[in-house]
């Protein structure tokens, strides 16, 4: 007799429609402004919820249960706009699930929803937002510092466009695909701790490459006269080129993590100094 019950869900789970890739890429395009109509009460609900939509109204004649489940993706959510792909295809599979199989509870959708929220929203500003950007922005203003002009605008707009929707694509597909199982897959494989860490090395190497082009501090001062006469920026270049723009870096890198300064109070200080160093002729 189970095994006849366990036949007839089997035969019934393949015959109940799925989400067609036309479905699911409609679902992609309204993941695109899950900021729309954000809020200080509910922040992204808007946008989730018009992500949903297609699901919703497809699996949903009923009047009520139609309301019902717009009322349940109103709820609260806020997490990385570029990663909240993820909960979207899981949300899809999971809400696919329950008004099909009745079988889960409709709460369980909203938790689910809630436990993604910080994982990922510390993924997506860290790698995302923390990393990806910086490295792309400093290499398309290298391009631009090149003489390379539109170049690296386009370098940039591209490349985070490759990033971004990469990302929200893998999140709608995969999350839909795999459900709940993907997020497991992806913290209990510790592929998010080696990209961090590659990520990490890669833009600390960068950003450090670019500090003598974009930290120039000249002192124009000279000691002596005549033939003996010792200008001090041209002797510190001939040791360590851009040493003073490194050492200056370095400072405001000690001041900001070790004695937690701000840095806005850091940048009104450096245009004080710079203007009152070419004042007093100190700087040039």
Same mark, same amino acid.
């Given at each position: 007799?189970?095994?006849?019950?366990?036949?007839?869900?089997?035969?019934?789970?393949?015959?109940?429609?799925?989400?067609?890739?036309?479905?699911?890429?409609?679902?992609?395009?309204?993941?695109?402004?899950?900021?729309? *109509?954000?809020?200080?009460?509910?922040?992204? /609900?808007?946008?989730?919820?018009?992500?949903?939509?297609?699901?919703?109204?497809?699996?949903?004649?009923?009047?009520?249960?139609?309301?019902?489940?717009?009322?349940?993706?109103?709820?609260?959510?806020?997490?990385?706009?570029?990663?909240?792909?993820?909960?979207?295809?899981?949300?899809?599979?999971?809400?696919?699930?329950?008004?099909?199989?009745?079988?889960?509870?409709?709460?369980?959708?909203?938790?689910?929803?809630?436990?993604?929220?910080?994982?990922?929203?510390?993924?997506?500003?860290?790698?995302? /937002?923390?990393?990806?950007?910086?490295?792309?922005?400093?290499?398309?203003?290298?391009?631009?510092?090149?003489?390379?002009?539109?170049?690296?605008?386009?370098?940039?707009?591209?490349?985070?466009?490759?990033?971004?929707?990469?990302?929200?694509?893998?999140?709608?597909?995969?999350?839909?695909?795999?459900?709940?199982?993907?997020?497991?897959?992806?913290?209990?494989?510790?592929?998010?701790?080696?990209?961090?860490?590659? *990520?990490?090395?890669?833009?600390?190497?960068?950003?450090?490459?670019?500090?003598?082009?974009?930290?120039?501090?000249?002192?124009?001062?000279?000691?002596?006269?005549?033939?003996?006469?010792?200008?001090?920026?041209?002797?510190?270049?001939?040791?360590?080129?851009?040493?003073?723009?490194?050492?200056?870096?370095?400072?405001?890198?000690?001041?900001?993590?070790?004695?937690?300064?701000?840095?806005?109070?850091?940048?009104?200080?450096?245009?004080?100094?710079?203007? *009152?160093?070419?004042?007093?002729?100190?700087?040039?």
């Amino acid at each position: 007799m189970s095994d006849q019950v366990s036949t007839a869900t089997e035969v019934q789970s393949e015959e109940t429609p799925k989400l067609t890739n036309k479905e699911l890429w409609r679902v992609f395009r309204n993941q695109l402004t899950i900021r729309c *109509a954000n809020n200080y009460e509910r922040q992204q /609900n808007a946008g989730f919820t018009q992500a949903m939509m297609p699901v919703i109204e497809k699996y949903y004649d009923d009047p009520d249960d139609k309301r019902e489940a717009y009322e349940r993706h109103m709820e609260y959510f806020l997490t990385n706009d570029i990663t909240s792909a993820i909960p979207v295809g899981v949300a899809a599979a999971m809400e696919e699930r329950y008004a099909t199989e009745r079988d889960i509870d409709p709460d369980s959708i909203n938790a689910v929803k809630t436990a993604l929220m910080g994982p990922l929203a510390g993924i997506g500003d860290s790698l995302l /937002n923390g990393t990806a950007r910086p490295i792309l922005a400093g290499l398309a203003i290298s391009f631009i510092q090149a003489g390379l002009g539109w170049f690296g605008v386009l370098f940039f707009v591209i490349g985070m466009s490759i990033v971004s929707l990469g990302v929200r694509y893998f999140g709608v597909f995969q999350g839909y695909k795999q459900g709940v199982k993907l997020v497991a897959k992806i913290q209990s494989s510790g592929l998010i701790d080696k990209i961090s860490d590659l *990520a990490a090395i890669a833009a600390y190497t960068i950003v450090g490459g670019f500090i003598p082009g974009l930290v120039i501090i000249n002192i124009p001062i000279e000691i002596g006269s005549g033939d003996s006469v010792l200008n001090i920026q041209q002797t510190l270049d001939g040791l360590v080129p851009g040493l003073l723009g490194v050492l200056y870096t370095l400072l405001m890198y000690v001041l900001i993590t070790k004695k937690k300064i701000s840095a806005v109070k850091l940048i009104l200080i450096t245009m004080v100094i710079g203007i *009152a160093g070419v004042y007093l002729g100190i700087l040039g």
